[in-house]
């Protein structure tokens, strides 16, 4: 079985600040690692995925993540957060076998300041 | 636009009525997946299809959802009776199966939300 936890349901930082949005796995097998973006009444845009290629992975608008084995982390950041770039950040895991469901996190809301 | 929709966007409904919502994947995407998504936490996960076949079904499943994907294009997703606790969005997602392609990648489409008066 397999389990996502993100440390901090809620996250603010001013604009222009570094974004840090926590997330660490369980999962028995090797996994895959999904971070999505969820705006307000939206369904789930992807931001980047690992799927045991490079550690570093680089997503869309500037978002990266390093998959950290040691740690079973796969922590998202941001060097420098946009006033865009507040909604709600799932990280979700799959098992690299046949069904391939996703197990996510419940959530971070990342509010930026003005 | 060649994304996941779904339809309706909205529904109200009272206790005890039944609702259906239809899901159409991305066209050449084998699989398709139905999740459920409650205030404030993550999409759970309630079955899965790869072309007609469901594959999968979570315990979340109750025996009053039902599910179905009659020619491998769209599916449906009935409740029957439904009750307050139902009330929720409904996501679904579809991706490529393994070995059909070079992504795992699930593409959402903007969900179904359900309001049980």
């Known amino acids: 079985a397999q389990s996502v936890t993100q440390l901090g349901s809620h996250v603010s930082v001013s604009e222009g600040a570094l974004v840090l949005l926590r997330c660490n796995y369980s999962?028995?097998?090797?996994?895959?690692l999904f971070w999505y973006v969820q705006y307000p009444n939206q369904g789930l845009q992807l931001l980047l995925k690992?799927?045991?290629?490079?550690?570093l992975v680089k997503g869309i608008n500037g978002f990266e993540a390093e998959f950290k084995k040691s740690e079973t982390s796969f922590h998202l950041t941001k060097p420098s957060a946009h006033m865009s770039d507040a909604a709600e950040y799932f990280c979700?895991?799959?098992?690299?076998?046949?069904?391939?469901?996703?197990?996510f996190g419940s959530g971070t809301q990342l509010t930026v300041l003005p | 636009d060649t994304g996941v929709s779904q339809d309706p966007r909205h529904k109200i409904t009272k206790r005890g009525q039944n609702v259906t919502f239809r899901c159409d994947p991305i066209?050449?995407?084998?699989?398709l997946y139905w999740y459920r998504q409650t205030l404030g936490q993550g999409p759970e996960f309630l079955t899965y299809?790869?072309?007609?076949?469901?594959?999968?079904k979570s315990r979340l499943l109750s025996d009053r959802f039902s599910a179905e994907r009659p020619k491998g294009s769209f599916s449906t997703l009935e409740i029957q009776r439904t009750e307050q606790g139902d009330s929720a969005m409904y996501l679904c997602?579809?991706?490529?199966?393994?070995?059909?392609?070079?992504?795992?990648?699930?593409?959402f489409g903007p969900g179904t939300r359900l309001t049980v008066l």
């Open positions: 690992y799927t045991s290629a490079a550690t």
């Open positions: 979700a895991v799959s098992l690299s076998g046949s069904a391939r469901q996703l197990t």
């Open positions: 299809f790869q072309n007609e076949a469901q594959l999968e």
């Open positions: 997602a579809s991706s490529l199966a393994p070995g059909s392609g070079p992504t795992d990648t699930q593409y």
């Open positions: 066209s050449e995407h084998n699989r």
């Open positions: 999962s028995s097998v090797p996994p895959y």
